[in-house]
């Protein structure tokens, strides 16, 4: 039957390298991890976000509650998306997307009830967000209901964990610019991992049950990664 509760978040930003895949496997992770059917469309042709949820079931750090699906036309996502509504298939759909042009973006944009763009604590990289953030604006003038379109989230992404006085500048001005969610994504080390292996929870469930008991404090440090996750994912869909 269909599921009224479903919630699309897409991953949309300008340029690659931003950290959006890493982005959505965090909170992809999360919202497994707190027992939510999801699906993976990747619209990307590297196909990166779709190998890794493969790979993930491969080498065990996957999920019966996660599964993935590739596709090459905005048609195709909205069809996906139908169908996923109407079965009931699904709590979330996460959609990853390429660094392209309006029109590709313009179509991803009104099938999502919210869109999140990682942006990076450099001045190159809030022009690469300011343009996101420009391209949504534009994009209420180019709709006919505006209020139909979906909130707009900026995640900084990669923060060290001592920030310096240059690091809260720059906070300081995406707070004024972009619509930023209260918790930030700071650089981990356990990401690389959860890229290699898979879910971050099932990441930890392995190293909590290391034979070797010296490993097992280190499931500490993915456990604080999925909670930030968690608090990320948590404060978009309060919006």
Known sequence: MPNDNLVVIAALARKGGSGKTTL???????????????????TDSTGVLGSWQK????????????QSVSVESVGAVDRKIEQVYATGSADFIFIDTAGVGAEW????????????????????????????????????????????????????????TRSTRADASLIEAAIKRF??????MLRR??????????????VALQKQSDPNPLMR?????????LEEATDILNNILAA
Do not use: C
């Open 24 to 42: 959505s496997r965090a909170l992809i992770s999360a919202a497994v991890a707190a027992g939510r059917r999801v699906l993976v469309i990747d």
């Open 55 to 66: 790979r993930a079931e491969a080498t065990g750090f996957g999920s019966p509650l996660l």
């Open 105 to 160: 973006s313009d179509g991803i944009a009104v099938l999502a009830d919210h869109i999140v763009t990682p942006v990076m604590l450099s001045t190159s990289d809030f022009d690469v967000g300011a343009q996101t953030a420009d391209w949504f604006e534009k994009l209420k003038s180019r709709v006919d209901d505006p209020d139909h379109l979906p909130r707009h989230h900026v995640v900084l992404n990669m923060v060290e």
């Open 179 to 184: 619509p930023v969610i209260e918790t930030v």
């Open 189 to 202: 080390n356990v990401y690389k991992e959860m890229d290699e292996k898979g879910l971050l929870h099932a």
């Open 217 to 225: 404090p280190h499931a500490r440090h993915v456990v604080e990664a």
